[in-house]
């Protein structure tokens, strides 16, 4: 910018703070119940900073611990909502019950099952994405690239799923295509089994595994490839020794990000898998389909799943970085 | 790296945009499909669905609905979430991993186990299912986000414009008002747009703690439990088009208004 025009911005920046104070601003802060407000605040830093946090910390342990710390304790509850009347008692029967019978444990270990297996397949479907336009597209296509690739992620969870319905239907596209070229006589029925749930699911999350990896990916200079290529590593290895072992920090929170998401998905297994698919979110949801006692067996077992989560990532990260130190040594 | 190396890599590429796109399109062709029987080949089309959705008074009232709770979650959202980023930005004190910690698990919970967890709460609040539990979630989870993207852009904020300000006698919030918030405004109508998205496209929180009447999301899922149909296509391609403009035009717009505060 040349000079003149600078300084033309900052006069005209100047004259619209003079005008400025001597409306709003100005106004604003000769108001005397700001003032008396002000000099409450600006008494000491001290103050300033309770009057700053008080808020925050009020609404993340009412609204953002709150939740879950009731959904805990009606889990340990024989009856949520109480009824007028009746006393609420301490148990443990609701998380007995998880154990006792296996139309709830199956589709527990199932839905973790497939949590980890489409997270496996999402990471191996778009670390190549990611590579590629980390390293191979210039600084200026690889936003336009990732953009595109953004546009369909904007797009609601209910909206996809159905798009996969129609993809894989006994009269879907995959079906007409592979008939069209005469591969089958009679369509494959894709729909309703754990591969229809997988390929939606896949397709839900892929983002949130792209995005990780391909910022892990971007940080690594191209130098260290270059630094493998001059001591004598051809492509795999420089890619096994040196890119892979530096980007476990994007995989890692790739994976744990789509796992916890994956493991969350309601309305997807709902829609796209069977009766031989059920997993734990529809057996949790059961619970709350029909009003009264039936909640805390409901929480106890959304506490399970979250417990087991937790203890899946962390297990997991903590193996990613056990990794990733032992390969810097 | 080699020249067949790249090649394959682009082809990758290009499959996956495939692969994201395709469902898609196929989706949005069979709305035009002159046939209440969903499927391909595509033998004659029409606009007959379009038309059935636009008179329909359930769809257009569900539509608002939705809307209207996007814009009430967003604005609670972007208010609690900038002022929980201007506290854990570039400050030190006790406790500020925890709050910091606390302020990112909605985002981190499984979405069923959320939409339990939140239910139950709204019961014991005696919040009734319906429009006020839908905003208050999806205000709650959607919290985080806007704090990861107002933190971000405050990291950035020259420390220097402040002291300046606080020199020339502005109080903190004075400071704060003309120094900090215009400075963040490309980032809070980032997180607005995402927000609004977030809400509008929501399934599982809506889908517990609504009331007798659907979002958009919902009614969908409810229309596709009782048989697919060219109208629930039509449906579900006007919601595709609407939000991938609106995403499409705030990345463009928050992309411009950063350079035009920064240049």
């Keep these: ?312 990532t962390v297990v997991f990260q903590r193996l990613m970085s056990a990794l990733r130190k032992g390969d810097v040594k | 790296m080699n020249r067949g190396n790249r090649v394959l890599l682009s082809c990758v590429y290009w499959a996956f945009v495939l692969y994201v796109f395709v469902p898609l399109i196929l989706m949005v062709l069979v709305s035009f499909k002159d046939s209440k029987f969903i499927g391909f080949p595509i033998r004659s089309w029409t606009f007959e669905w379009y038309t059935g959705v636009f008179a329909d008074a359930q769809v257009l009232s569900t539509f608002g609905y939705s809307v209207v709770i996007a814009v009430l979650s967003t604005a609670i959202s972007v208010v609690v979430g900038t002022w929980i980023a201007v506290l854990l930005e570039g400050r030190r004190f006790w406790g500020r991993a925890v709050i910091f910690g606390l302020t990112v698990l909605p985002a981190l919970v499984p979405g069923i186990i959320s939409a339990i967890a939140f239910r139950i709460y709204a019961r014991g609040l005696g919040i009734e299912p319906g429009m006020g539990a839908i905003v208050w979630a999806h205000a709650v989870h959607n919290v985080p986000f806007v704090v990861l993207v107002v933190m971000a852009r405050l990291s950035t904020l020259p420390k220097s414009q402040i002291e300046a300000a606080r020199d020339l006698g502005a109080d903190p919030l004075i400071a704060f008002l003309r120094i900090t918030l215009p400075y963040l405004v490309p980032a809070i109508l980032g997180a607005s747009i995402f927000c609004l998205l977030l809400s509008f496209d929501d399934f599982v929180r809506s889908f517990f703690l609504g009331g007798y009447e659907p979002t958009l999301p919902v009614l969908i899922f409810a229309k596709l439990r009782s048989g697919m149909s060219p109208e629930i296509n039509a449906i579900a391609t006007v919601a595709l088009i609407l939000t991938a403009v609106v995403g499409i035009w705030a990345e463009r717009f928050t992309r411009r208004l950063k350079k035009e505060t920064e240049g």
């Design chain 1, 1 to 312: 910018m040349s000079y003149d025009a600078a300084s033309a911005r900052n006069e005209r920046a100047a004259s619209t703070l003079r005008q400025a104070d001597r409306t709003f601003w100005g106004r604003l802060v000769n108001w005397s119940p700001y003032r008396a407000f002000a000099g409450l605040v600006a008494a000491s830093p001290r103050r300033q900073f309770l009057i700053l946090a008080l808020f925050p910390i009020l609404w993340v342990l009412t609204q953002h611990l709150g939740p879950m710390i009731q959904m805990v304790g009606v889990s340990f509850t024989d009856a949520y909502p109480v009824a007028a009347g009746t006393e609420q008692h301490l148990t443990l029967d609701n998380y007995a019950r998880f154990f006792g019978d296996s139309i709830f444990w199956m589709p527990f270990f199932r839905t973790l099952f497939f949590a980890a297996t489409f997270t496996f397949c999402t990471l191996i479907l778009t670390y190549p994405v990611a590579y590629y336009l980390a390293r191979h597209v210039s600084r200026k296509n690889q936003m336009l690239m990732l953009l595109l690739l953004l546009i369909p992620f904007w797009v609601g969870e209910i909206v996809r799923t159905y798009a996969i319905m129609i993809l894989l239907g006994n009269t879907g596209a995959v079906n007409l295509l592979l008939r069209s070229i005469g591969l089958i006589d009679r369509p494959i029925p894709f729909m309703y089994t754990s591969f229809s749930m997988g390929m939606g699911i896949v397709y839900l999350t892929a983002l949130y595994m792209l995005l990780p990896l391909y910022s892990a990916l971007e940080k690594l200079p191209k130098s260290y490839n270059e630094a493998a290529a001059d001591l004598g590593a051809g492509a795999w290895t420089r890619f096994r020794r040196v890119t892979l072992p530096l980007t476990i920090e994007g995989i890692s929170s790739g994976c744990t990000l789509v796992f916890l998401i994956a493991t969350g998905f309601y309305a997807t297994p709902v829609l796209l898998g069977g009766p031989s698919t059920t997993v734990f979110a529809e057996t949790i949801a059961g619970f709350f389909h029909v009003a009264g006692d039936e909640w805390p067996t409901g929480a106890a077992f959304a506490t399970i799943m979250f417990v087991s989560a937790l203890i899946v």
